[in-house]
């Protein structure tokens, strides 16, 4: 039994279109192509689907899908290790729904008392569950600079890369302390914090002043990073976008 790309499109949330992208790049070629032009999609097909999906909700880019599809050879399995995989990923969102639970609870009482998070004893406390992101992924919009992220990437340690994560984490909170604190985006305070955004990135190569506009709309227009933020705090993303736009009006205009 075959069935059409729309039918697939509907079973499985994913667009016609992201179909015939896996087809281009060979990563899910149908079944067959019908007289008519259209693709068909047997079990099979749609359980390679299921798998490339389970992948990427575990941050796995297309590329290295792709590799991990064409090695493995028992496909119950990869099943198997796929189910495994989900399973820690479910733990690792409860953990991170119990930080992020924290936080909130640390930034309203911050709120009432004026000051800083006390009430978070262990800062370390902030990052149980965060996964660093998928550089692939967030910054497939400007390949120039993930160029330069990936190359310094392959040269650190560990040790190195987590710690990273975990700075580029704590500034993110920083910055929702902020907005839980009532400031405005153009605030000295928030321009400070975006200016360290700005010396950082400037310190891995030059960055325009249109391509850093541009990465702020991407806090808010791409899914992986607006997700990012928003799991730090309900509004973050957009709250970044406008202080990077105006650290740009403010210091770079």
Same mark, same amino acid.
């Given at each position: 039994m075959g069935w059409p790309i729309a039918e697939v499109a509907r079973m499985s949330g994913v667009t016609a279109r992201t179909l015939r992208h896996y087809d281009d790049i060979g990563l899910l070629p149908p079944a067959w192509i019908g007289t008519n032009g259209h693709r068909y999609y047997e079990e099979r097909q749609l359980l390679r689907l299921q798998q490339i999906l389970v992948l990427r909700e575990l941050g796995v880019g *297309?590329? +290295?899908? !792709? &590799?991990?599809?064409?090695?493995?050879?028992?496909? *119950?399995? @990869? *099943?198997? #290790?796929?189910?495994? &995989?989900?399973?820690? =990923?479910?733990? &690792? %969102?409860? @953990? *991170? /729904?119990? $930080?992020?639970?924290?936080?909130? /609870?640390? %930034? =309203?009482?911050? #709120?009432?008392? #004026? !000051?800083?998070?006390?009430?978070?004893?262990?800062?370390?406390? %902030?990052? +149980? !569950?965060?996964?660093? /992101?998928?550089? +692939?992924? $967030?910054?497939?919009?400007?390949?120039?600079?993930a160029e330069v992220v990936r190359q310094r990437v392959a040269a650190m340690t560990e040790e190195e890369i987590e710690a990273a994560h975990r700075r580029r984490t704590a500034q993110m909170i920083r910055l929702a302390e902020l907005m839980a604190a009532g400031l405005p985006a153009d605030a000295d305070e928030v321009r400070a914090e975006v200016a360290a955004q700005h010396q950082a990135l400037t310190g891995l190569r030059a960055v325009s002043v249109e391509e850093f506009r541009a990465m702020g709309r991407s806090c808010v227009e791409n899914a992986s990073w607006r997700a990012a933020y928003e799991t730090i705090a309900p509004g973050l993303a957009a709250y970044q976008r406008d202080a990077i736009e105006a650290y740009i009006t403010a210091a770079l205009s």
């Open positions: *297309l590329p +290295e899908i !792709g &590799r991990i599809l064409a090695e493995q050879v028992d496909e *119950l399995e @990869a *099943l198997r #290790g796929h189910r495994s &995989r989900l399973l820690a =990923e479910r733990d &690792r %969102l409860d @953990a *991170l /729904a119990r $930080t992020v639970s924290r936080t909130i /609870a640390a %930034l =309203e009482q911050s #709120g009432k008392d #004026g !000051g800083p998070m006390t009430s978070i004893n262990r800062p370390e406390n %902030l990052f +149980e !569950g965060v996964r660093p /992101a998928v550089y +692939e992924e $967030t910054l497939r919009d400007f390949p120039e600079h």
